[in-house]
């Protein structure tokens, strides 16, 4: 029996302040199970992300929604694109993936900007932590 899989967010352009140094704000971690629909929403005030409605036991029935992706203008120097037409279609693809791996620890699958191109990753915890400290790393050196 494979492990669970969990959506780890990112949310690139949200930041908190922790004294003089700028932090990405931390990842949140949501069930895949507890994730009933995706969309991709564009704004011109906001750019675009990927939303997800989340049901879960103890929630009122119906549900709350939370970013799982969304578009900054920039990273570092790097422009970076918007988030692609269909992507949150591919979120679909890597779960099903993620599920199929058959591993017994949890799998994180978490959106990525990587070569020019958005992507959908899947990781183990320590790969994912690796992945978060290290965008923090960067973050710091801004």
Do not use: C, K
């Not at 037409?85 to 099903?96: R, V």
């Amino acid at each position: 029996m494979a492990g669970e899989v969990w959506v780890a967010t990112h949310n690139t352009d949200a930041w908190q302040t922790a004294g003089n140094r700028r932090r990405s704000v931390a990842i949140s971690l949501i069930r895949a199970e507890d994730i009933r629909t995706v969309f991709l929403q564009t704004r011109d005030d906001l750019g675009s992300a990927v939303v997800a409605l989340v049901t879960s036991p103890g929630m009122d029935g119906r549900g709350a929604s939370t970013v799982l992706v969304n578009h900054t203008e920039r990273t570092g120097e790097e422009a970076v694109p918007e988030l692609p037409p269909l992507f949150h279609l591919d979120l679909t693809l890597a779960l099903s993936q993620a599920r199929q791996v058959g591993d017994e620890e949890p799998l994180y699958v978490r959106a990525e900007y990587e070569n020019g191109q958005w992507h959908w990753r899947i990781h183990t915890y320590e790969q994912l932590h690796e992945r978060i400290e290290l965008a923090n790393l960067a973050a710091d050196s801004l």
